[in-house]
């Protein structure tokens, strides 16, 4: 069954020349199904692992200074095997009621948190959002354009990591299977690092930002 949450769910007592910024809070049975997320327009997410078998997820919304916050909705289907989380912005709408003016133009503050079942196994897209992992051990498939990815990995983790950058960092402290400097730093850099003998895979993708791993 798909669900469209519209975030007209709570409206938070933070306001900007009259209009409220919108808040979601939602928990998401995954029932150990691989989940997708697509937040193409955030600005921050974090994935926190914890001990529950569901997601909770938290959603801060401003469309320029909160007037088109109406236009923004999450998509939630779970009746397809796995759960997808995809945000939607109707811009025709923004246009419409902008009279037309400026095109589309208009400035987003989106932020996500979600805490997730630390097995989960997540594919995550997002264009400039910038990604904070924590604790995080099921397999993941993370992209951001150019926002960075910053994954803190739980010592006792068996995992297989693959790192792909064209311009961005990657920056590392984790002693892995196959020795390296304390810090280790590359440029533009495809690698395959394990750890604990690397079992589970994680792939982290980004164009122009970099990539964190550190010790959890």
Known sequence: MKRIILLFIALAAITTAGFAQKIIDEN????????????SFADDIVLEAWNNDYIQLHVEVDIDENKYNDQYALNIDNGS????????I????IKELKGGKDNCNFNSDIHYSLKV????????????????????QGEMAVKSISGFIDYS???????????STVTGDVYSNVKFDKPLSKEISW??????????GGSTGVDLKTVSGDIFLRNY
């Open 117 to 136: 079942p630390k097995n989960l196994k997540v594919k995550l897209e997002t264009i400039s959002g910038e990604v904070e992992l924590l604790g995080c």
């Open 90 to 93: 109707d811009f025709d709408k």
């Open 153 to 163: 990995i739980p010592k006792e983790h068996k995992a297989k990591i693959e790192l």
């Open 28 to 39: 998401i049975e995954v029932n150990g199904e691989e989940t997708f997320m697509k937040f």
């Open 187 to 196: 440029v533009g850099t495809n690698q395959k690092l394990s750890l604990n």
């Open 81 to 88: 095997g796995k759960v997808e989380l995809i945000e939607d």
